[in-house]
């Protein structure tokens, strides 16, 4: 390393001109960026893809058993306001004269209203239920609404809690176990029971007809409670079963994409190096002209970056930069390598089009290099200054390397000046 570049280093811009941050050797570490050494990947790898795992497929499962659940909410809630609304208050308003205590079952009647809607509204919002203070409060009205109705309307539609408040209780332990509900619902026939007898009601024919009300106006909404749970319980297990088949579909087309994608640029590259060989093989190149030697020298980079890029590094980015740095010093080119912060996770397409165009100037480099990596969470600039030389740039990004799937966010700057190489590529997010 160039010991002069260091001590002449200034604060580095946000372009990635040369700075003063701690310098590294190309094959060492700094802090905030050291890490464990590489391990290779298997060709199966895909390094730009990240499959959902049972965390994503969970959530989408959840997503779908909650969109079931919520339509099961709204039938729930229009049948139990609209049974309300519909028979009960008609019935009760029609029978008036005939209620031991008239008041009361209205005043029942509009208490368990404000609480269906309450409860109403707090479900379809998404929102927990106080289940059994409810419940205990739909229950206490029950048995008022049962003394209120009398002897005589005992089993007509006027004593409204027979048909309208199995649908109130099914609201109120919506969500929780069916254990729940039956429970509730066996207090309520408790309830129905004690006025029966109370009222003198215990003739086969009175007692059968208890027993047809209980059925009848409690196997719909347990049915109903019973089916949204069985459906939502459903939906999940089959959304978590598409969503799982979906991760291994993706995960199987990016490795088969990564390995295409890697044998292509390997054929490139290594193209690259057996045409260079083959010159020298055959006499028509001679090893001792400077140009051979940076071909030479750029396609071992691009061989050597290749094949950091399939470790599996904490940054690599900075790993792949390393090798290239790395590769560089081997050849007696004094460089320093300068971190500023850690890259974000890039896909292998963007690490190509931010560390391939350095690499072809740091092969054509002479004297010395100096490499800055700059990075937010937002953005990473790579740059680049080496001493000018005469004559045109003999070295350059091969035609089509990983070229035209940046989505635009990767820029290319190159300078010269007769004194300075100037290289940057910046990713923005």
């Known amino acids: ?5 260091n001590a002449a280093a200034r ?44 965390v994503g497929a969970g959530q989408a499962a959840a997503a779908v058993a909650r969109a ?17 609304a519909a028979i009960a208050l008609p019935a009760v308003l029609a029978a008036q004269a005939q209620l031991a205590a008239p008041e009361v079952a209205l005043a029942g009647w509009v208490v368990v209203a404000a609480a269906g809607v ?18 205990g409060l739909l229950l206490l009205i029950d048995a008022t609404v049962f003394a209120a109705a009398g002897e005589r309307q005992l089993f007509t539609a ?51 007809r208890f027993a047809m009300y209980v059925y009848g106006t409690s ?3 347990v049915a109903v409670f019973v089916g949204s749970t069985a459906i939502a319980a459903l939906a999940r297990d089959r959304a978590a079963t598409a969503a799982a088949t979906h991760a291994m579909t993706a995960e199987r087309d990016a490795a088969e994409r990564a390995r295409r994608d890697r044998r292509d640029q390997l054929a490139l590259v290594s193209g690259a190096a057996e045409a260079v060989l083959a010159e020298l093989a055959d006499g028509r190149a001679d090893p001792t002209d400077p140009t051979v030697q940076r071909r030479a020298v750029l396609a071992a980079a691009r061989l050597r970056r290749l094949i ?21 010093e081997r050849n007696g080119l004094p460089i320093d390598l300068v971190i500023i912060g850690a890259p974000p996770p890039l896909p292998v397409r963007i690490r190509r089009r931010l560390a391939d165009p350095l690499t072809a100037t740091l092969a054509d480099a002479d004297g010395w290099a100096r490499m800055t990596v700059v990075s937010g969470p937002d953005e990473v600039v790579v740059s680049l200054v080496t001493p000018d030389r005469e004559g045109p740039d003999t070295a350059g990004p091969p035609t089509g390397y990983g070229d035209g799937d940046d989505d635009g966010r990767v820029e290319r700057l190159y300078e010269r000046d007769g004194e300075i190489r100037w290289a940057q590529t910046r990713w923005r997010r």
């Open 219 to 221: 196997s719909l909404p």
């Open 68 to 84: 079931s659940d919520r339509g099961a909410r709204i039938a729930a809630v229009a049948i139990a306001l609209a049974w309300h």
């Open 118 to 135: 309450l409860a109403g509204i707090r479900l379809l919002r998404g929102q927990p239920l106080p289940a059994w203070p409810l419940a």
């Open 11 to 54: 604060t580095p811009t946000r372009d990635g001109r040369p700075g003063t941050p701690a310098a590294v050797r190309p094959g060492g570490n700094t802090a905030g960026v050291a890490g464990p050494p590489p391990r290779s990947r298997t060709p199966d790898d895909a390094p730009d893809h990240h499959p959902a795992g049972p």
């Open 158 to 208: 006027a004593n409204w809690v027979w048909g309208t408040l199995g649908w109130f209780l099914v609201l109120a332990v919506w969500g929780r176990r069916v254990a729940g509900l039956f429970s509730l619902l066996a207090a309520h026939s408790l309830i129905a029971l004690v006025a029966v007898v109370g009222y003198g009601a215990t003739e086969p024919a009175d007692l059968a």
């Open 1 to 5: 390393m160039s010991a002069e570049l």
């Open 308 to 328: 950091a890029e399939a470790d599996d590094v904490p940054d690599p980015l900075l790993h792949e930069l390393r090798a290239a740095a790395d590769l560089a």
